[in-house]
């Protein structure tokens, strides 16, 4: 049970943090957080306030979920180890 807790964990942490395929293929109006920070980016100036501050916004829920889990993860990931 732990590996799968593990699992499903750090896949939900890898497509928080997808960038380049939602980038290709989502529309103009729909888009998550990643790209989202992305358009504060513009050809006379960048706005690094709202972008820095979409980035905490973007890396909270994930950072919140494995304070939350942290025990589960470590039983996970060395239930395989060798002692």
């Known amino acids: 049970m732990p590996g799968i807790a593990v699992t499903v964990i750090l896949g939900f942490m890898f497509c928080w943090n997808a960038f380049n395929y939602p980038l290709m293929l989502a529309g103009r109006q729909t888009f ?9 980016i513009s050809y006379e100036q960048v706005l690094w306030g709202k972008m820095a501050a979409a980035t ?14 942290q025990k589960c993860i470590v039983r996970g990931l060395t239930m395989g180890a060798v002692k």
């Open 32 to 40: 998550p957080v990643t790209v989202g920070a992305i358009q504060f």
């Open 56 to 69: 905490i916004v973007a890396a909270l829920p994930q950072l919140v979920l494995s304070l939350m889990v």
